[in-house]
């Protein structure tokens, strides 16, 4: 038998044979530790104290596990013991052992808010090759083909990355449909060009700028477009007539034809496709080195436009200037100023808030109409909008109490649309709620989907995980219904009451604590005080630092106030602009998010700060090598 | 097929078109009296989630064994009235494989999927590599047909990332040397597979062949660029590598048009409705019904033999949105807004929960399931084979669950239920079977052998002695009495 006490947190632990049961209550704000414990371990946690004989099954998980358990254990409870751990600072990310979904990795020590870190020598990472995401490619051929077609959306839709975004390498699969799909789109897309010949401002009068019958034309037009398609300097072998660009343009047999061909073999070209990083060190694991500044430019541009760079970065790139502090902080303000920049507001709304379901939710279905639907969801459009053209602080997205409302949204909140305005525009407005997890778009879409009753476990899920970056495990198997009501007008927090009692309590308490937090809105994210006549809604509680709340106003302006808040929206940004997830062998990458959010995510600062600190991070201009 | 070709040669020998007339009504003789030659198929279907099927409330098993009847027709077929003949019923099936995955942890969602369609153990839920050792049963037909291709289609499925990744694992059949991979876009899967029904050479094959260069650079410059990567990113170049050499093949060798048959419309699904997950009831429905229809399609034109469907993955938020037809709500229960499977996981016996879902919501959400595998049923048996036998007849169509009832109520569940419709031809649908004594994988076997595919057993015996029992394969594997 192995009894493991983790020092200064009060958990004790005895495991027999694979059989593991926590022998003592757990602190409070260890309840997330204890909820990775317990979904890896199967183990119950007992309000009482256990003894040893009263261990749990750990629900017959296999023999591998009573080999693993020891060792996974120690593991665990070192790392646990190493850092003082606030609840909300774990990251979501993990898959230590088999088995584990995303938001596990009791193992890791480096899932612990770094304190007494550099975050200037921290060690960068390796983002991986990636292809580009269907938004990016149809983003990207619109640029370089000037085409208004959107061929990315035939293609297979992407779903988030272990990073919650959709550009993680990891989610970006390359499969032998999709190529057959690129090479579909590459001859429509190359035949388009060719027809828009003698089109006014058509592609072809702006991929050809020279007069085709000289003998030079074809290499400056095919040189011109490989290089903007490639997005880096060519090489001669690119451009050669034997192999390269030029034998294909030739052997097309006519300049319409040449250029036709051109386009599908760039497009099918893998340096079209996909996002490569290389340098001479590129193939030592031990060594790290600095982006060039062409693939500074595809970072960036693909970070904040999820396009192609545009000339004024390819002119950077090509004087060699980009990568200089100063520049890189201009240039990410220039991008985030331009309308392209709507890119990284679509992605907070659909992938950050997670609002891309619900834009396909049928609310006729609902008893509400669609308008309400897309009401909803432009509110949330309308406050990224805002903080991104008027470069607000990034920690409005938390504490911002102005809601943005049109006519409908206006009325259903109860509020007063101005008179004299447009009832289709989104206008300012204080109301009741504070940040965007108060928004109705998000309140109905973590509420469980249907009409009368809202889901608090689904709504401090959503918290945890997006906003906390402490997304606990999904449910264990065999988990037990709620108890039936035995009283008329039982409310969910009774109900949920067995959660906080009972071996879902490691999870639960800080999902639930959240969720019911929430319950002064309703299914639709309307206010609300009571749930029937007679019947309260009682929205307190408290967060494990002490901080208390009486209702879900205040519970989401205390949630805005959270440290772990700050340096979760680091993170998600930091994994958005790398394309992955953290590394979990180090801590750097914490490190680095961390610093950059009680930095940048400040009352005072601006959303731009944020951009700028991740870009002239070390794990933004640098790369780590990887092994041959 | 064959009997067109001899056709051929027949006038040839004949030298004139006199004989035609009198040619053709003894190749139709000949044909409608020897239906063992047409093409014979398979469709597995994959329910997700679980069902209800307990001691106390047997639902899927509560017909007597015999013929099934509209009178003791079990709870999800009795919308579907006109197609109990076409169906049987295996009652309380062993899925051996099943319940060691279940036993892996996470109710056996996770290795649902793989475990039902290849009738293994995924013995890693951790990776995609999953420990399977061999291809789906799907796959393992395809690779024996003449086509050797499969088609194979999923709804509302996350397989990129993640634990779905997991959940989707046995997409590692590999087949032509590629990995099979779902296609979820009945547009895509039109574009791809129908266009020589068309009555033309592709123009986009054109392209390649008259300029081949078109994909050699980019295969060269590929080339190039692996070599300057690490292990990993190389390995993902080399997917990239690996689909432009198929792509190649594929425009380098499309079969001639075929003019027997007849190009089916292309579908009007949008094709901006494609997402996997969180997808609306409405584009979940018409997505599976215009995949039926191109199987139908491919089915009659022998573009394929061998076909695997996924409704939805371990854990999916379709919500069914009252896009089907209120006559399948069971005691009126309808399921409209409600994820999958949340509702499997909320199936009290006898009532609501807390949630709002129960028992009959659950029996509601297992007819929307068979609404779409009887469409598919009846589109089979609308069109006919050229021995003029109706395709059904000579087609396996097959569902079922591979993961416990919605609870994992290992306890008092009877199994998931597996049902068997269509080849007549070769087998006797219509009953309630006892299938107490087989094992999924005597069912795979029996389908083998249906399907002439001469398997001696159902898998290599080495195949089950990984890692002991794990494999849920075993030898010695018998005859199911379909």
New interface residues.
């Given amino acids: 038998m192995f009894v493991f006490s983790l020092r200064n947190n009060g958990l004790q632990v005895s495991c027999l044979r694979g059989r593991c049961a926590f022998l003592s209550t757990t602190p409070p704000d260890l309840q997330i530790v204890k909820c990775r414990l317990c979904y890896v371990f199967r183990c119950t946690f007992p309000e009482r104290p256990m003894t040893t004989n009263q261990a749990i099954d750990r629900d017959s998980r296999g023999t591998v596990f009573a080999v693993m358990v020891p060792a996974f254990l120690l593991m665990s409870c070192q790392g646990f013991v190493l850092q003082t751990p606030a609840p909300s600072g774990l990251p979501a990310e993990g898959n230590g052992m088999p088995g584990q979904p995303p938001g596990m990795n009791p193992g890791d020590p480096t899932q612990m808010p770094p304190t007494n870190c550099d975050p200037t020598s921290a060690a960068p990472g390796h983002s991986a090759l990636r292809r580009l995401t269907n938004t990016e490619y149809t983003n990207t051929v619109q640029a370089l083909l000037f085409t208004a077609k959107t061929p990315g959306s035939s293609f297979q839709e992407v779903a988030k990355g272990p990073s919650g975004f959709t550009n993680d390498a990891e989610a970006l699969v390359i499969y032998p449909a999709l190529i057959s799909g690129y090479y579909d789109a590459a001859s429509a897309l190359a035949k388009d060009v060719v027809a828009s010949k003698g089109v006014a401002n058509g592609a072809w009068s702006k991929l050809v700028t020279c007069d085709q019958l000289q003998p030079a034309c074809a290499t400056s037009t095919v040189s011109k477009l490989a290089k903007r398609a490639l997005r880096r300097a060519l090489t001669a072998d690119d451009l050669s007539s034997t192999n390269g660009l030029l034998a294909v343009f030739n052997a097309g047999g006519s300049f319409e034809q040449g250029l036709q061909d051109v386009v599908v073999s760039l497009l099918m070209h893998p340096e079209f496709t996909t996002i490569p990083i290389l340098d001479a060190k590129a193939l030592d694991s031990s060594a790290t080195f600095q982006l060039d500044d062409f693939e500074l430019a595809n970072r960036l541009s693909y970070f904040l436009w999820q396009s192609m760079p545009d000339d004024p970065l390819f002119a950077l790139a090509e004087s060699g200037t980009l990568h200089e502090p100063a520049t890189v902080a201009a240039q990410v303000k220039r991008l985030l100023a331009d309308p392209k920049a709507q890119a990284l507001r679509n992605t907070l709304r659909d992938e950050f808030a997670e609002l891309s379901a619900l834009a396909r939710v049928d609310f006729l279905q609902l008893g509400q109409t669609n308008a309400l639907r897309d009401a909803m969801i432009g509110e949330t459009n309308a406050f990224f909008t805002d903080m991104l053209s008027n470069d607000r602080s990034a920690l409005s997205i938390f504490t911002n109490q102005q809601s943005f409302v049109n006519k409908t949204l206006a009325d259903f909140y109860g509020l007063t649309f101005p008179v004299g305005t447009n009832v289709n525009s989104f206008v300012p407005m204080t109301g009741d709620r504070t940040g965007v997890g108060a928004h109705a778009s998000v309140l109905t879409n973590t509420a469980g989907g249907t009409a009368t009753f809202t889901n608090p476990i689904k709504r401090g899920h959503w918290v945890t995980k997006q906003l906390m970056c402490a997304e606990p495990p999904p449910p264990p198997p065999n988990i037990p219904l709620l108890p039936a009501a035995t009283q008329p007008n039982t409310t969910i927090r009774q109900l949920l009451d067995a959660h906080v009692r009972g071996p879902c309590s490691g999870c639960h308490v800080t999902m639930d604590n959240i969720g019911l937090g929430a319950e002064n809105y309703d299914a639709f994210g309307r206010w609300r005080t009571q749930y029937a006549p007679n019947v309260a809604v009682d929205a307190t509680g408290r967060f494990s630092d002490g901080s208390t709340f009486s209702n879900s106003r205040d519970m989401y302006l205390v949630l805005g106030k959270q440290p772990a808040v700050k340096s979760c929206f680091a993170q998600q940004m930091m994994k958005l602009a790398l394309a992955r997830s953290f590394n979990k062998r180090t801590t750097d990458d914490y490190c680095v998010a961390t610093s950059i959010g009680e930095a940048a995510v400040t009352e005072t600062g601006h959303f731009s700060d944020l951009i700028v600190r991740i870009a002239l991070s070390n794990q933004f201009l640098r790369q780590s090598g990887e092994a041959p | 097929m064959n009997f067109k070709i001899n056709r051929r040669g027949l006038l040839t020998s004949a030298g004139g078109f006199a004989a035609l007339p009198l040619l053709e009504m003894l190749s139709s003789k000949r044909a409608l009296a020897d239906a063992s030659s047409d093409p014979r198929r398979l469709v597995m279907i994959h329910f997700p989630n679980g069902t209800v099927t307990r001691q106390n409330n047997p639902t899927w098993f509560s017909a007597p064994d015999g013929p099934v009847t509209p009178s003791n027709a079990p709870i999800p077929f009795q919308p579907f009235s006109g197609n109990l003949g076409d169906f049987t019923i295996l009652k309380f099936l062993t899925q051996s494989a099943r319940q060691a995955t279940?036993?892996?942890?996470?109710?056996?969602h996770?290795g649902s999927k793989p475990c039902f369609f290849t009738g293994q153990v995924p013995s890693?839920?951790?990776?995609n590599a999953s420990g399977l050792s061999g291809d789906s049963f799907d796959v393992m037909y395809a690779k024996l047909t003449p086509q050797k291709k499969s088609f194979y289609l999923a709804n509302a499925e996350?397989?990129?990332?993640?634990?779905?990744g997991?959940r989707f694992n046995y997409e590692l059949s590999r087949l032509n040397g590629?990995?099979v991979?779902p296609?979820?876009?009945p547009?895509?899967l039109f574009?791809?597979n129908f266009s020589m029904l068309m009555g033309g050479v592709p123009?986009?094959k054109s392209?390649y062949q008259r300029?081949p260069?078109?994909?050699?650079?980019?295969t060269?410059?590929?080339q190039?660029?692996r070599a300057?990567?690490?292990?990993?990113?190389r390995l993902?170049?080399d997917?990239?590598l690996?689909?432009?050499g198929?792509?190649k093949t594929?425009?380098g060798s499309q079969p001639p048009p075929t003019t027997s048959c007849q190009a089916p419309p292309s579908p009007t699904v949008d094709?901006?409705?494609?997402?996997?997950?969180?997808?609306?009831g409405?584009?979940y429905f018409d997505r599976m019904l215009a995949f039926n229809s191109l199987i139908a399609v491919a089915f009659q034109c022998d573009l394929i033999r061998s076909v695997a469907i996924s409704f939805g993955d371990e854990?999916n938020?379709v919500?069914y949105?009252?896009a089907y037809p209120s006559g399948l709500n069971y005691n009126g229960a309808s399921v409209?807004?409600?994820?999958d499977h949340s509702l499997s996981?909320?199936t009290?016996i006898g009532g609501s929960?807390?949630?709002?879902f129960g028992f009959n919501e659950n029996m509601t959400r297992d007819r929307l399931h068979l609404f779409l595998v009887v469409d598919l049923v009846n589109k089979l048996k609308a069109i006919t084979d050229p021995s003029g036998s109706k395709v059904l007849d000579n087609t396996i169509v097959m569902g079922g669950f591979c993961v416990d009832d919605g609870?994992?109520d290992g306890a008092s569940s009877l199994g998931s239920p597996v049902v068997v419709a269509g080849g007549k031809n070769f087998m006797s649908p219509g009953r309630s079977l006892n299938a107490t004594n087989f094992d999924l994988n005597d069912l795979y076997f029996t389908f083998a052998s249906k399907l002439g595919m001469n398997l001696s057993s159902f898998y290599p015996i080495d195949q089950i002695t990984v890692n002991g029992n794990r494999t849920g394969r075993k030898a010695g594997t018998t005859l199911i009495p379909l």
Avoid at chain 2, 336 to 339: F, I, K
């Fill in positions: 279940y036993n892996l942890g996470g109710g056996g996770q890693n839920l951790g990776t996350q397989y990129t990332d993640g634990l779905d997991v590629q990995n991979v296609e979820i876009n547009v895509r574009q791809s123009p986009l392209d300029n260069k078109i994909l050699e650079v980019p060269a410059a590929a190039t660029l300057q990567l690490g292990k990993d990113d993902r170049l997917a990239y690996s689909g432009l198929d792509l594929k425009l094709l901006a409705t494609t997402n996997q997950r969180s997808l609306s409405k584009s854990s938020f919500t949105n009252g409209a807004l409600q994820a996981h909320n009290p929960n807390s949630g709002g609870q994992h």
